[in-house]
T-cell receptor, first 114, second 116 residues
Framework: GDSVTQMEGPVTLSEEAFLTINCTYT??????LFWYVQYPGEGLQLLLK?????DKGSNKGFEATYRKETTSFHLEKGSVQVSDSAVYFC?????????????FGTGTKLQVIP | GAVVSQHPSRVICKSGTSVKIECRSL??????MFWYRQFPKQSLMLMAT?????????EQGVEKDKFLINHASLTLSTLTVTSAHPEDSSFYIC????????????FGPGTRLTVT
């Protein structure tokens, strides 16, 4: 079955440090890939997405590139802020064009310290 | 655009009572709505999927008689936790998708349920 594997957290970084959160997936076909962010006590917000190989999703300084050859969708940010502290979920939907069940990773907690 | 709201954001109820949680899509028609449960420090567990006007499809292990889901309109779905017990205490999150982009889900802010 489909699966998403994320690096375990928590990840603790100093402000302005470079962030990478690894995400790899297993799926048949050509899934759509997503990163969601969950701030404390809140629901999930879509951070960015990519729907085909080599697409780069970006938002709020975060980027992730859909790499089919390595089945990866790593999240990166060049300079993190304290306000980026949250839990980040990598997710996939098996194929676009119709509803399919979302498969989430286990989430990676990011703590940014001043 | 694509805003989903939930009400209430927090609810405390006594063991044995029922509680209803509403999920609304504010600016789009949600052909499909989803209900998730999130345990502390864990990922989201899909409980059920509902299409407007149809019975919900429950995931394996989720009691449909305990977690009643109604999707009566294209903008509203409700989850009713019946005869709640302390082990039902959790964070419940809904999401919705529309016909134009069915593979993309928009999430509500979540409801914290505490059963005493």
């Amino acid at each position: 079955g489909d699966s998403v594997t994320q690096m375990e957290g928590p990840v603790t970084l100093s402000e302005e440090a470079f962030l990478t959160i690894n995400c790899t997936y297993t799926a048949t076909g050509y899934p759509s890939l997503f990163w969601y962010v969950q701030y404390p006590g809140e629901g999930l917000q879509l951070l960015l997405k990519a729907t085909k190989a080599d697409d780069k999703g970006s938002n709020k300084g975060f980027e992730a590139t859909y790499r089919k050859e390595t089945t990866s969708f790593h999240l990166e940010k060049g300079s993190v802020q304290v306000s980026d502290s949250a839990v980040y979920f990598c997710a996939l939907v098996p194929s676009p064009g119709g509803y399919q069940k979302v498969t989430f990773g286990t989430g990676t907690k990011l703590q940014v310290i001043p | 655009g694509a805003v989903v709201s939930q009400h209430p954001s927090r609810v405390i109820c006594k063991s044995g009572t029922s509680v209803k949680i509403e999920c609304r899509s504010l600016d789009f028609q949600a052909t499909t709505m989803f209900w998730y449960r999130q345990f502390p420090k864990q990922s989201l567990m899909l409980m059920a999927t509902s299409n407007e006007g149809s019975k919900a499809t429950y995931e394996q292990g989720v009691e449909k008689d305990k977690f009643l889901i109604n999707h009566a309109s294209l903008t509203l779905s409700t989850l009713t936790v019946t005869s709640a017990h302390p082990e039902d205490s959790s964070f419940y999150i809904c999401s919705a998708s529309g016909a134009d982009r069915p593979y993309e889900q928009y999430f509500g802010p979540g409801t914290r349920l505490t059963v005493t």
